[in-house]
């Protein structure tokens, strides 16, 4: 099972976020259903039979969408459309009953997958997909605090001694260390999906080695 960090540096428990959310949007209702029994011992698996319900399903506490590519009612790939454009932060799984061609170039999408799809296979796509949104999710979170702190260091009136500083160093130092954590268990392939769903200007950095600095 792959968990998130929380801003105390460790795993969310069941009062923080709870198990990985994964949303099967797919409308065949046995292929549905065995995606999910196969992803349910380790995941929080709610599913959609079509666009309109993929998208009313979609909140920020869903980390993965595996996504067909041919959804009855809002198209598939107009559902990912309206996905990427909802700001909500999730990674995409796209599947599909026949061979990739050109057009997936431009298909935002972190995997590409063809039916049939084997066990292992769904595992392990899922399971990549949830490690690296939680640890991109706990980069955005530190990046933030110390863009907080940073405000904070040396500005009047603001002493270390204050409470509200006091906690924010201590939250941005739990966080930093759960992040450490969570980064042994990435490999070259999670850094490789993880870089590439950056945009060049993200939280300011250049290089994949910047962001770890």
């Not at 797919?26 to 309109?52: H, N």
Request: hydrophobic residues 35%; negative net charge.
């Amino acid at each position: 099972m792959t968990e998130g960090i929380d801003d105390e540096g460790g795993t969310d428990g069941p009062a923080e976020r709870g198990r990985p959310r994964v949303l099967v949007a797919e409308d065949e209702a046995d292929v549905r259903e065995l995606y999910a029994d196969r992803l349910a011992t380790d995941y929080d698996v709610i599913t959609a039979a079509d666009g309109e319900a993929t998208l009313a399903a979609l909140d920020d506490s869903v980390d993965v969408v595996f996504l067909d590519r041919r959804l009855p009612g809002i198209h598939g790939d107009d559902t990912l459309e309206l996905i990427r454009g909802s700001g909500v932060g999730v990674r995409v799984a796209a599947v599909t009953g026949v061979g990739a061609d050109a057009d997936l170039v431009d298909l935002p999408v972190d995997a590409y997958l063809e039916k049939p799809v084997d066990a292992c296979r769904l595992r392990e796509t899922v399971d990549r997909l949830v490690r690296v949104a939680r640890y991109d999710d706990g980069v955005r979170r530190y990046y933030a605090l110390s863009q907080k702190q940073a405000a904070l260091d040396g500005a009047p009136g603001v002493s270390e001694a204050d409470p509200a500083y006091r906690e924010l160093v201590r939250r941005r130092g739990t966080l930093r260390r759960g992040i450490e954590d969570l980064r042994g268990g990435l490999d070259d392939a999670d850094y490789e999906l993880l870089f590439r769903g950056l945009d060049d200007g993200d939280a300011g950095h250049d290089e994949p080695r910047d962001l770890y600095a």
